[in-house]
């Protein structure tokens, strides 16, 4: 997931839609939200009608399915949010004077791109400046 950050007379920005950063996050869960509905249906689907499911069981089991619905959207409103966040301390860079934490490399940012390992300043000299190891705005 790279979003490019550059200046076109003024500072604006340009970012990909927010579903690289849900289906990310979703990779990294071992059970998502379908897979947890279709056990439910498959368990529904296959008890024993002499001996229905307990209502206490049941009305669990649909606790536990909100539940894990409200924490899958709890999870995408927070990867949106880091996303907008990052994208707009990546714009306000644009046009300043940054240097590198080691010292190394000063000059004007003329873009930033922002990815899942983190921000890269792009210098109007062509050199790059790791946003993640820290730098110093000027």
Avoid: C, K, W
């Amino acid at each position: 997931m790279t979003t490019p950050v550059s200046s076109v007379g003024g500072a604006s920005t340009s970012q990909t839609s927010s579903a690289s950063a849900t289906s990310a996050v979703a990779s990294t869960n071992t059970l998502s939200y379908d897979d947890f509905l279709n056990l439910l249906m498959t368990e529904l689907q296959h008890q024993d009608p002499t001996q229905p499911m307990d209502p206490t069981q049941m009305v669990s089991q649909l606790a536990t399915v909100s539940e894990v619905g409200q924490s899958v959207q709890t999870n995408h409103t927070l990867s949106a949010m880091l996303t907008s966040s990052s994208l707009s301390q990546a714009e306000s860079m644009i046009g300043r004077t940054i240097t590198a934490s080691d010292g190394g490399t000063t000059g004007v940012v003329s873009s930033v791109t922002v990815s899942s390992t983190g921000a890269t300043a792009t210098l109007t000299d062509g050199s790059q400046v790791s946003l993640s190891t820290g730098a110093t705005v000027q």
